[in-house]
């Protein structure tokens, strides 16, 4: 299996997002070049602020793309690149009204234009694809355990069902299907010169990168952790609820995860999930609670609740630990960091 390893010259894509500029940072620091691909020049600021260094050393350059939905959009980007990290995708919309073909097309197109792109260089030896374990979790009843094999199939059709009227997450959620979809579906028809990889994170918290309000609010991944704690607060979230449960993954070590698809040669044509620690709502408060916040309340639940309490239904991450070699951060960091980091950034509960 093809693999790329530093001092090689890498396409990100989506290196203005949460994950995507984590993943820009562990790229820089491991030794690689990275070749950034923005919609805009003004998008190269936010870059300048923050990776002057990389910038003036030529370790980070530019590549303007205004459509990247358009048919060889990428096909300059790609030359002479060694692999291509492919982060740019729609987020989970606030508008609940929205067509969901606003989500899908550019989630789906993107995708096939990058790896388009990336068969016209013969330089290119991997492309790594963001997609998310959205695309996993096809409803079960009683007990199971997702792996990687498993699809969220009837997302896609729930939305073709419902049209504008399906639910946002699931439009998101049919996204991310139909996107990966795509590209294993393209990979197995064109069969080209380099091979893919998917890595599919849980919910992604942590440290934005850019320090950027807008990752404590609304549609943001950080949102879904900090949202319960103001919930709880206000007692729109009821007890029974306590114990409702969240899978998620270190911003670092998804990062690090992506890098590692990219650099790993047994990673080659694998679908890899991304999961650091399993919570409940009780289990975050109970955690609050014993590491006081100035600004943040807990409510006290039922301590210790959410210790003994065991999932029907979780996603089991091997691959990532067998074949990555993947360790994760302590969960209790992860969650600490994520909320003292809302709080610095403006956050009230």
Do not use: C
């Not at 550019?106 to 990336?118: C, G, K, Q, Y």
């Not at 073709?160 to 699931?170: I, K, N, T, Y």
């Not at 919570?279 to 590491?291: C, E, G, H, R, S």
Request: zero cysteines; charged letters at 20%; glycine letters at 8%.
């Amino acid at each position: 299996m093809s693999a790329v390893q530093a001092p090689a010259l890498i396409l990100l894509t989506g290196g203005t997002g949460f994950v995507g500029a984590a993943t820009l940072v562990n790229l820089l620091k491991k030794g690689f070049s990275v070749r950034a691909a923005v919609r805009s020049e003004s998008k190269i600021s936010l870059f300048s602020n923050h990776m002057k260094t990389y910038i003036d050393s030529g370790k980070l350059t530019f590549v303007v793309v205004p459509d990247m939905l358009t048919p060889g959009a990428f096909n300059d980007a790609v030359q002479g690149v060694d692999g291509i990290i492919h982060s740019a995708s729609p987020i989970i919309p606030t508008d609940t009204s929205i067509d969901p073909e606003e989500i899908i097309r550019p989630a789906v197109n993107i995708t096939l234009r990058a790896l388009e792109a990336a068969a016209t260089s013969p330089t290119v030896k991997r492309v790594v694809v963001t997609s998310s374990i959205a695309a996993i979790y096809e409803p079960h009843e009683g007990k199971y355990v997702y792996t990687e094999k498993d699809w969220f199939d009837t997302a896609p059709k729930v939305v073709e069902q419902l049209g504008v009227s399906a639910p946002g997450f699931m439009k998101y959620m049919a996204s991310k299907v139909l996107a990966e979809r795509s590209a294993w579906s393209w990979v197995a028809e064109h069969k080209p010169g380099f091979d893919l990889v998917t890595v599919l994170p849980a919910w992604v918290w942590g440290r934005d990168v850019f320090s950027n309000p807008e990752t404590t609010r609304g549609s943001s991944s950080n949102y879904y952790l900090i949202n319960p704690l103001s919930e709880a607060k206000s007692g729109k979230m009821k007890e029974e609820s306590y114990l409702a449960t969240s899978e998620f993954v270190d911003l670092s070590d998804a990062a690090e995860g992506h890098v590692r698809a990219l650099t790993t040669p047994a990673a080659g044509g694998e679908r890899i999930a991304l999961k650091g620690g399993l919570i409940t709502w009780q289990d975050l408060f109970d955690l609050v609670n014993a590491n006081p916040i100035e600004g943040v309340l807990a409510p006290t639940g039922n301590p210790g609740a959410g210790k003994s309490f065991i999932p029907e239904r979780y996603l089991l991450v091997e691959k990532s630990e067998k074949i990555l070699g993947m360790t994760y951060r302590n969960p209790e960091d992860t969650l600490l960091e994520t909320i003292r980091s809302a709080v610095e950034l403006g956050w009230k509960q």
